[in-house]
């Protein structure tokens, strides 16, 4: 493999503006590299044997750091080039903000300059994305792009502080980028007020160096995978859950979300956080692990988590790292891969798709209040089998979804009114009733809002 040398470096190569090397990985070929000129290899490692900061690698013109860093995985036919990295003078301002950090030698001002410059997607400003958002503009990332179609809501802001009480009802992602400007206003930040789908996924993550995701559904989760792996860009995944927090990082060529969850469990099978619950902290200390990832990548720092996942028990304390394993077998990052573009992913999951309960499957609690009097309508609570000892409406019958069909207990002859937590598992309940003849309709908001006007629960 040719290795272009740029700025000045050649000439540490004996004036060569390219140097023959081999190596399947990035260490490997600067290992070469230094081999053939000593001059040149000098400048290319710290004492500690990491990537020296004042060194711009590049892979097809992507920064090195952004791939593993000296873990990248390397072809054939990529193009790499070493040079110098080019330092932008600071104001005075940003040398006072990011003193504390430029004081690291593992981050110094080659580090802050990377930060400065770089593009990172966060996909949720929930009980995630809040605390990582806020974190990474607080480091001085250049550009944070939010990526959320939802509005604030009350029951948010225990665990998404970069929403504020007055917020309630605002996009979200307005909400966010307005708190990440009034913090550092050296920071760009773009708010993007729509759900990510397949068909504007890669064009709001393409320019994005980083993408940090703190999704809580599925098919989101899958569409940033496959998104991710196909721009070749590295993914910091989190997720919450109760008193679990999960993290894990995708570098490009080592493995992904699809190797290790190759399918997505049975809908409504994993409950979510407005149904199982979530506490705040958690998701402010996985947040704060992915923004400390995100900054680790873009300024190589440390060890990435890269190929591994971390697991957290919020209860005890303990934590668990564990090596993933790249499937080479994959549908979208084996070799080679069989899906090379995004797809529907509410039918990947089996789930609906948001505009399901306007074709006619929703009822809102005051027209379900007014068939409490007839006696001839059937409720159905569909909550995971974890709710059972719950509260619930009068009269309801209990079937976790995952159960539902799996024993004769409604009579087919007689409307449904199918509830849960918060109306997503009702909803999938009454679109697979539906199917099967039976009329129902799933209460819009569950037991929040039925609760919310004021109506009564029994245990």
Not at 359 to 372: F, N, Q, S, W, Y
Not at 394 to 421: H, K, N, S, T, Y
Request: charged fraction near 20%.
């Amino acid at each position: 493999m040719d290795v272009r040398l740029e700025g000045g470096f050649a000439a540490l190569a004996d004036g060569g503006e390219s140097l023959a090397a081999d190596g399947g990985t990035l260490e490997e070929l600067l290992t070469s590299v230094a081999e053939r000129a000593p001059r040149l290899g000098r400048r290319l490692f710290t004492a500690q044997g990491l990537l020296a900061g004042e060194v711009d690698v590049r892979v097809n013109g992507v920064d090195a750091r952004l791939l593993g860093g000296l873990r990248a995985v390397l072809r054939p036919e990529d193009r790499v080039s070493i040079g110098p990295y080019p330092l932008k003078a600071m104001t005075p301002r940003e040398a006072e903000r990011y003193a504390r950090q430029m004081i690291l030698a593992e981050i110094g001002a080659a580090g802050q300059a990377r930060l400065a410059a770089a593009r990172v997607a966060v996909i949720g400003a929930g009980g995630l994305g809040a605390p990582a958002a806020t974190y990474l503009a607080a480091a001085g990332v250049g550009h944070i792009v939010i990526i959320d179609g939802d509005r604030v809501e009350r029951s948010n802001l225990h665990r998404q502080p970069v929403h504020h009480d007055a917020d309630v009802g605002r996009p979200k992602a307005e909400s966010a980028a307005d708190t990440l400007r009034a913090l550092n206003p050296d920071v760009a930040v773009t708010a993007v007020s729509e759900f990510l789908t397949a068909g504007n996924a890669l064009r709001i993550l393409g320019d994005c160096d980083v993408v940090v995701n703190g999704s809580d559904n599925f098919p989101t989760r899958y569409l940033v995978n496959d998104a991710c792996v196909l721009l070749g860009r590295p993914l910091v995944d989190a997720s919450i859950l109760r008193f679990e927090g999960r993290l894990a990082v995708y570098l490009p060529r080592m493995g992904c979300y699809r190797c290790l969850f190759p399918e997505p469990p049975p809908p409504g099978s994993v409950p979510s956080c407005a149904e199982a619950g979530v506490i705040g902290a958690l998701g402010g200390q996985m947040g704060s692990l992915q923004a400390l990832e995100t900054v680790k990548l873009i300024t190589g720092a440390g060890e990435s988590l890269g190929g591994h996942m971390l697991v957290y028990d919020a209860l005890t304390g303990e934590q668990h790292r564990f090596a993933l394993t790249a499937d080479p077998h994959c549908a979208v990052c084996g070799d080679p891969p069989r899906q090379t573009s995004l797809v529907d992913y509410e039918a990947f999951c089996g789930v609906l798709a948001p505009h399901a309960a306007q074709e006619g499957l929703g009822i809102a609690v005051p027209d379900a209040l007014a068939l409490r009097s007839d006696a001839n309508v059937q409720w159905l609570d569909v909550r995971s089998a974890g709710a059972i000892d719950r509260p619930t409406i009068p009269g309801a019958m209990r079937v976790p979804l995952e159960e539902l069909g799996q024993g004769e207990i409604l009579d087919r002859g007689r409307p449904v009114v199918v509830f849960c937590e918060i109306g997503r598992r009702s909803m999938l309940a009454a679109e697979r009733l539906g199917r099967d003849g039976i009329a129902a309709r799933s209460l819009e908001g569950g037991i929040v809002a039925w609760t919310a006007a004021g109506l009564e629960l029994t245990p």
